[in-house]
């Protein structure tokens, strides 16, 4: 029986063919098995969100060597990033499903007092989960975590740029997971492009806009709703109202992170020429803390995935003046954390997503200019401030458009599952993490239910025709 579908991508040798097969049997398969009604019990989502418990449980540690040889990311971050915050996400659904799962009582209108009404929490059948490299293990998990809760099918597809965490993926899920409402499909382009021919009932896609884009255009063809998570350029503005050592550290941390490749990195700084010297200051400090002389050679910091991307960063980092950082290893593609200063808006690191350990300083003398600066461009993921002035917090809160906003932090808000996360604009639509993932992979269905009592049908006689005016004013 079929278990994987792992179907090689063009020119990568990393994955293991267990069998192949063409992806419209696979969501076929996974469509007979929505139609047996099987997902739909309490019980079945349970057990399958206990199952992914156990499969965290039981190989943390292999994925957190996968990370490895995929991202050199270390153990903490593995387990911070990757495993805690799925292993967080069952339980948080284990916990609430039935409460999740029942139908919702609502207001009633007076022509309706009699009859019961309520929404019904459906599921929308075989859904698709596209994954992006930077976060391989989080990214396909997580969204199944509520595609199961909310009792759908779902066919998953990692990223082939972090081949060691797709092919543990695709090796360890059907062991746990029951094999025909929930299948893996590795691989490239070609084999996305295969997918997304397939009707789905939804798509959950992660990854660039520019490929958000496709995915958005196929699901046309269905008319199959989508959920876009994609990123952009979030800014940080900082002013001189902050504690500047624990700023410049939270700053950092979230640039650090996975080396600059997390879709809400913060992706440039907006701050004044006087507050640029200190924070430089404080940032040399601080990284010689954490990586010591050399970040290149510390485990705690990760790669760049692979070559072209390390090409890519490369090439920002040619056009610009370093204050900070700036060491570059081709043969491990890592690029050690880097402060970029005299940014002009019209320089390469500006004109796209930086993914990458590259942080630029514009400069702007007032928080209005930040603003114009931010507002001129696409919508980010996440605008970061820096400042105890609230005045100046709400004015970016009010006059800024983003996914999210987080004020004096970085990344900590993607934790949060009772807020949704997701993008606006070019940065994505929809959003997910917590109950918004199995509002996401539900449809509301409105239900109102009728009985056939006699008393009741004589007070609402008066909707039949013969229509006549007087009918009207006692309506
Ligand atoms: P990627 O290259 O891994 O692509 C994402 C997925 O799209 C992969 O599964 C890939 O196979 C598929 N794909 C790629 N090209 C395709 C094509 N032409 N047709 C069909 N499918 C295709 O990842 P990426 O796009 O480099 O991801 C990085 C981007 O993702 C960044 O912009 C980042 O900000 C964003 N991101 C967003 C979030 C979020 O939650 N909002 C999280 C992580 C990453």
Redesign the pocket.
């Known amino acids: 029986m079929l278990q994987a579908v792992t179907c090689l991508p063009s020119g990568n040798n990393h994955l293991q063919v267990t069998e192949k097969e063409d992806c419209s049997l696979v969501v076929k398969r996974a469509r007979n098995a929505f139609q047996t009604g099987k997902t739909r019990t309490y019980q079945f989502r349970y057990n399958q969100l206990q199952q992914l418990l156990k499969l965290c449980n039981d190989h943390d540690q292999t994925f957190a060597k996968a990370l490895q040889n995929d991202l050199k990311k270390g153990k903490f971050e593995s387990y911070l990033f990757e495993i805690c915050v799925v292993k967080n996400e069952i339980k948080t659904a284990m916990l609430q499903l039935k409460e999740w799962m029942s139908p919702k009582k609502v207001k009633k209108s007076l022509a309706t007092v009699w009859d019961d009404v309520y929404i019904y929490q459906q599921p929308m059948g075989v859904v698709l989960i596209?994954?992006?490299?930077?976060?391989p293990v989080q990214?396909v998990l997580m969204p199944l975590v509520g595609a199961i809760a909310a009792g759908n099918c779902a066919v998953l597809?990692p990223?082939?740029?972090a081949p060691a965490t797709a092919e543990a993926l695709a090796r360890l899920l059907p062991l746990y997971l029951d094999n025909d409402c929930f299948q893996i499909v590795c691989g490239?382009?070609p084999e996305?492009?295969q997918l997304?021919e397939q009707k789905f009932d939804y798509i959950l896609y992660?990854?660039?806009s520019k490929?958000g884009k496709?995915v958005r255009e196929a699901a046309n063809k269905h008319l199959t709703p989508v959920t876009l998570?994609?990123?952009g350029k979030s800014p940080l503005y900082i002013d001189d109202t902050v504690n500047m050592p624990l700023a410049v550290k939270r700053i950092l941390w979230g640039k650090c992170i996975n080396a600059g490749q997390t879709?809400i990195a913060p992706d440039y700084i907006l701050c004044s020429k006087v507050l640029q010297v200190k924070l430089i200051k404080e940032a040399e400090k601080i990284l010689k803390e954490w990586f010591g002389e050399s970040p290149l050679k510390s485990p705690d910091y990760c790669r760049i995935i692979n070559n072209s991307h390390f090409n890519r960063l490369v090439e920002m980092l040619r056009e610009s003046q370093v204050a900070i950082g700036g060491e570059i290893n081709e043969s491990e593609t890592m690029i050690s954390p880097t402060i970029l200063i005299n940014v002009k808006p019209t320089d390469k690191v500006m004109q796209d997503?930086i993914?990458g350990p590259l942080l630029p300083i514009i400069n702007v003398e007032s928080p209005q200019e930040a603003i114009n600066f931010i507002n001129e461009r696409e919508a980010p993921?996440t605008c970061y401030v820096f400042t105890k002035d609230k005045a100046v917090q709400n004015l970016f809160i009010n006059t800024t458009s983003s996914g999210s906003v987080c004020v004096n932090e970085t990344l900590t808000h993607f934790i949060v599952d009772t807020m949704p996360f997701g993008?606006v604009g070019n940065s994505?639509m929809g959003a997910y993490h917590g109950k918004f993932t199995f509002d996401t992979f539900t449809h509301q269905k409105s239900c109102l239910v009728k009985d056939y009592n006699p008393i009741i049908e004589n007070l609402a006689s008066n909707r039949y025709p013969p229509y006549s005016d007087k009918k009207l004013t006692i309506m």
Do not use: D, H, Q
């Not at 596209?130 to 976060?135: K, T």
């Open positions: 596209i994954g992006a490299w930077n976060y990214l597809k990223s082939e740029i490239g382009i996305t492009a997304l992660t990854g660039s490929v496709i998570e994609m990123g879709c997503e993914f993921l993008g994505g």
